[in-house]
């Protein structure tokens, strides 16, 4: 196995993603509408707004879950921009296991529920051509250590993990690829805070040091505080504002952004 | 014709037809699964009605046939079938593996080396490998078409995960010509090497799933496996107790209930042949003498 994870770094000038007028509609509701901007590497953009906000859809359709009915999501890909809306499903079905991830909100989304914690951190790697158990193994056993799951679980299936431990499993699963891009749609909701903290903390840590890009969708503030650099406020399918995190979370410009700063609890 | 119930072998000549365009395609895309329009067959699901309407659009009046279940032609389910064609089609039957034409089996493939020109009908109760890893048929589809078979490979690795080995003995993965994964149809995975570079046209038939396809003769054929954990071929660690065959795959048999048991050829043509030409195990008796013990 080769880590591809560094391959990339130099291009560091370039985006990574560059999202142009991304428009979904369900009939005649808007899903997102005319969505623009760009991901580079290495950075991490967080998207927030209440629900129904088309956060959701958003997300879907730059992972290929979903057509979009206008736009281009060009991915910087290992020969060059290409646009992911137009490619075909197998070249997109392939980026999806190689140069992406997506870690789902419910882990049982994301995870195979009867395939134990080695298979499911395995598959990827099997789904790229890995042929050596061995290899496979140790790799699986490398990443949940990673993702601080305790060596001896590897045989165990994720229906015998707490919540919180499915969701690294997850995040384990995703990452062994060493993915460019990780979409993540929720990573801690129904989590219990202590746990949160703990998912957001090795979050952190992974991010930075696989110097990965990600784009995380959220309702909650904290999490994009934490780890996003920049952020997108979307209110009914639009975005309304965006800009560094810190920026829009401590000088709110839209009466909507002011409205959702302001709604959290200060402890 | 006008003087009989039913047509030749059953199956009405629209019918056949069908099912023979349904063969063509899967013998141009060896491994692909073809969807054919099942008919309801005087048998139960399970039986070997997918087997039975490929052999049916197969046979003509000069066949060969013989059938075999688990390697017997003596059981209920391979007499059934050829008194079934006896009666619908008048051709003749044997129990001879070389004298055959068309062979339609269940769970086997021969001792025998087949040869150019005979077909081999495999009944197939489920025909889709990736069925119990992923259970939506249109996202299997896709997988096929987009050749993502790591599943398969998850369903190996669990196995060595909890076992130690490849436990997977029967029904074991391979993949046609380094292009579809396919379903070998619950054959032990002793008779998977049997499956490559065999002279004889390889046929399978899903009645209930609705599904043929095929293996082209010198097709090749490989298992899937690990590198470290490479596919072997398993059989009973024991000698055919009625001919003294080390090589072909065994059959146990238990004799009383104090723990007595004996291994026998699965293949019965095999074993008959054997003793005919003087082979005795550890528990038959000469031919000469009479019949061999059973």
Aim: proline share 5%; net charge negative.
């Amino acid at each position: 196995m080769t880590d591809l994870s560094h391959t990339f770094a130099a291009a560091a000038d370039k985006p990574l993603l560059q999202v142009k007028s991304l428009t979904k509609r369900y009939g005649a509701r808007i899903g997102c509408a005319d969505i623009s901007f760009d991901v580079y590497p290495g950075e991490v953009l967080g998207i927030v707004g209440e629900s129904g906000s088309g956060k959701s859809t958003l997300l879907s359709c730059l992972a290929g879950h979903m057509r979009p009915d206008q736009g281009e999501v060009i991915f910087e890909t290992a020969t060059g921009p290409r646009d992911t809306v137009q490619m075909g499903e197998a070249e997109r079905r392939r980026l999806a296991r190689t140069d992406w991830a997506y870690v789902h909100q419910n882990p049982r989304d994301g995870l195979r529920m009867g395939v134990s914690a080695g298979g499911n951190v395995g598959e990827r790697l099997m789904a790229i051509g890995a042929r050596h158990y061995g290899g496979i193994r140790d790799k699986a056993i490398d990443w949940l250590g990673r993702v601080e799951i305790d060596a001896g679980r590897v045989d165990d299936r994720p229906s015998a993990f707490s919540g919180g431990m499915q969701q690294r499993l997850q995040i384990a699963r995703n990452l062994v690829t060493a993915p460019r891009l990780v979409f993540m749609d929720e990573p801690t909701g129904g989590l219990d805070v202590s746990v949160q903290a703990r998912l957001l903390d090795l979050l952190r840590g992974l991010v930075r040091e696989m110097g990965l890009s990600a784009i995380i969708v959220t309702h909650d503030l904290a999490v994009v505080r934490l780890l996003a650099d920049r952020l997108m406020v979307m209110k009914g399918g639009h975005v309304v504002e965006a800009g560094l995190t810190d920026q829009v979370l401590d000088d709110p410009q839209h009466e909507y952004t002011q409205l959702l700063v302001s709604s959290v609890l200060q402890v | 014709m006008t003087d009989q119930a039913y047509n030749f072998a059953y199956l009405d000549e629209d019918t056949k037809r069908m099912i023979r365009r349904a063969i063509l395609k899967g013998v141009a895309v060896p491994g692909y699964q073809v969807p054919f329009a099942s008919r309801e067959m005087p048998m139960p699901y399970g039986w070997g009605t997918g087997g039975v309407q490929v052999t049916a659009a197969c046979l003509t009046p000069d066949d060969v046939l013989k059938v075999i279940d688990q390697g017997a032609d003596d059981t209920t389910n391979a007499v059934s079938i050829r008194k079934f064609f006896v009666a619908t089609a008048g051709v003749a039957v044997t129990e001879a593996t070389a004298d055959a034409t068309i062979i339609q089996t269940r769970h086997r493939i021969p001792e025998a080396q087949l040869t150019a020109g005979q077909i081999l009908v495999y009944q197939v109760p489920i025909p889709e490998p990736l069925r119990f890893l992923e259970p939506r048929e249109t996202e299997t589809r896709k997988m096929h078409e987009l050749e993502e078979y790591g599943l398969m490979h998850v369903k190996l690795y669990e196995d060595i995960a909890k076992h130690g080995q490849i436990a997977t003995s029967y029904a074991y993965p391979v993949r046609v010509e380094g292009r579809y994964v396919m379903d070998p149809s619950p054959i032990p995975k002793f008779d998977n090497p049997k499956l490559s570079g065999n002279a004889a046209l390889q046929l399978f038939g899903a009645g209930r799933e609705q599904r043929i396809y095929a293996v082209p003769p010198f097709t090749h054929v490989v298992s899937l496996d690990f590198d470290d954990h490479p596919f072997s071929p398993s059989k009973a660690n024991h000698a055919c107790d009625l001919c003294a065959s080390n090589t072909s795959y065994l059959d146990e048999v238990i004799t009383d209930d104090q723990g007595g048991r004996m291994f026998v050829c699965s293949d019965t043509d095999y074993c008959a042949t054997r003793r005919a030409a003087g082979h005795v195990g550890a528990l038959g008796t000469p031919q000469a003498a009479g019949k061999a013990a059973q």
